[in-house]
């Protein structure tokens, strides 16, 4: 189940990462990151990159998403390099990162607006991903107005009024209540079946990792390198409770904690 170097897709790969690493110089020295990196994501693909904190999954995300510069190596999308944000990538933060001053239209319609798509394009756009998101009864609240499962919507329905064709999601559901992350994790699966994004997802949660994606990448630290992959082959919508989930959960627990510290616990859970 683990160490899966093939797929059973046939969809084109989109994004590469290849030989990448990271180095950060601290004020009491280098940190090594990331070190030879290699991944790839295929169009469609919905991936979690889980592993104990501080293994360098953030930082993996926010060089594909262009905002850090690898020390060494390449991503590209679509065959190109990237080197910084583009409209073909699209980033999710765990604190929302909405405009405050903005109403949840405007936020949504925001990129579009920006990018000088028509008034009434814009609107359109604006509509469908509010109404995607169940939040078209809070088109003119702001976002202190609203809980963080709705801020979390906005950010997502922001992301899909890009027209982003990769989603990146870094730890989304990781503030929100047991409930609402539940209710935001099946929602979300909902969105990526309807928009065909792909989807780059990190999370703690061998639960979340085993709930949401179609391959697992699990990490390691010191530095950070990818240890294993599983692909999760289970039907959705998925049974936390079946047998088939239990075991792919423990399976992937016990290569988290084999091969961090000797097999000391980790900060990454089993449950969400
Ligand atoms: N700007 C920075 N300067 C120096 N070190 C950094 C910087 N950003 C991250 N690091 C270090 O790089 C390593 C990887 O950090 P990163 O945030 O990518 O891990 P993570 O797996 O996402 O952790 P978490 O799950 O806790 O968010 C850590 O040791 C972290 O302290």
Redesign the pocket.
Known sequence: MLDVTTHRSAAPEILEVAGLSKV?E?SNGP?E?LRSVDLTVRKGEFICLL?A???????LLRIIAGFEEATQGEVSVYGCDVKGPGPDRGMVFQDYALFPWLTVRDNIGFGPSHRRVAPSEVAKLTDKFMAMVGLTAFADRYPHQLSGGMKQRVAIARVLANDADILLMDEPFGALDALTRSALQEELIEIWRTTKLTVIF?T?SVEEAVLLADRVVVMSSSP?RIDCQAEIDLPRPRDVASAEFNALRRSITQKLTSHVGGGRPVAATADS
Do not use: D, F, L, R
Not at 53 to 59: A, L, N, P, R, V
């Open positions: 950060y601290a940190v990151a592993g904190s501080g293994c360098g999954k953030s930082t990190v703690h950070g």
